[in-house]
């Protein structure tokens, strides 16, 4: 008999997130310094300012992009997390559920804090 | 795989040193890396999402969190929250550069540790004096 010589190594999509997980940091990483620069320069006072910041298609755009960014990063990270300290399948996928279901809603909610009024 | 380990003693229990104390700074770097992403993930993101939807949402609502904010506690909870961010966020550079070998080596990546925390520090400070 032939002995079984197939490495088993897993389908790789590993790869894929840790290499996500680095390109959302550094969207992220973009956003924040550009938002920080454009908060010292030149702060908005009062609601009036801050509402027609929020209204320039460009910052919100880019507000969403650096939320999806993190929805998905974050998703990375919580999973790692959660792989490492809870041993029990069931325990883990329900929180890993929990996890998915919140980063959703909170992409959905700043969507609508965004565009929606 | 095939190798058999020796079998582990029958009252075996695996030992955690969890003082952080005893971690050198890359070790320590990386646990406050986990350790902020989790809180990043939750509570801060979510009441920085509220914060943004009574701002954003009403004169009313923009004065209410206005008002939250010159209290004390709200603002050391607030520069908290930066810290843990400033420190997420540059400790991620670090990782960044790590994982192009940039600093690969024991005494650079023990000295970029260090820089980590002085940098999230910083830039912490540098946020409370704006906003103080």
């Not at chain 1, 910052?59 to 999973?79: K, P, Q």
């Not at chain 2, 070790?27 to 993930?41: D, E, N, Q």
């Amino acid at each position: 008999m032939k002995a079984y010589r197939k490495n088993p190594v897993g389908a790789h999509y590993g790869v894929g997130d840790w290499l996500l997980q680095r390109l959302t940091a550094v969207v992220m990483a973009l956003f924040t310094v550009v938002m920080f620069l454009a908060l010292v320069t030149e702060a908005p006072h009062g609601y009036a300012a801050w509402k027609a910041m929020f209204s320039g298609t460009l910052v919100r755009l880019s507000t969403m992009l650096f939320l999806a960014s993190l929805l998905y990063h974050a998703w990375v990270g919580m999973r790692d997390i959660l792989m490492d300290y809870l041993k029990a399948t069931s325990v883990r996928l329900t929180a890993q559920s929990v996890v998915g279901f919140m980063l959703v809603f909170y992409l959905i909610w700043a969507a609508s804090i965004l565009w929606g009024r | 795989m095939s190798a058999a380990s020796t079998p582990r003693p029958k009252h075996y229990r695996p030992y955690y040193d969890l003082n952080l104390a005893h971690l050198p700074p890359p070790g320590l770097v990386s646990i406050f890396h986990r350790i902020s992403g989790a809180l990043l993930f939750f509570p801060i993101l979510p009441t920085l999402l509220c914060f943004m939807y009574l701002a954003l949402g009403s004169e009313a609502g923009f004065t209410r969190v206005h008002e939250w904010f010159a209290q004390p506690l709200v603002k050391a909870i607030a520069f908290g929250a930066v810290w843990l961010y400033a420190h997420h966020f540059f400790a991620g550079i670090r990782y960044l550069l790590l994982d192009l070998h940039w600093g690969i080596e024991k005494a650079p990546a023990r000295s970029s540790a260090l820089v980590v925390f002085v940098l999230g520090a910083l830039a912490t400070l540098f946020v409370a004096w704006r906003l103080w």
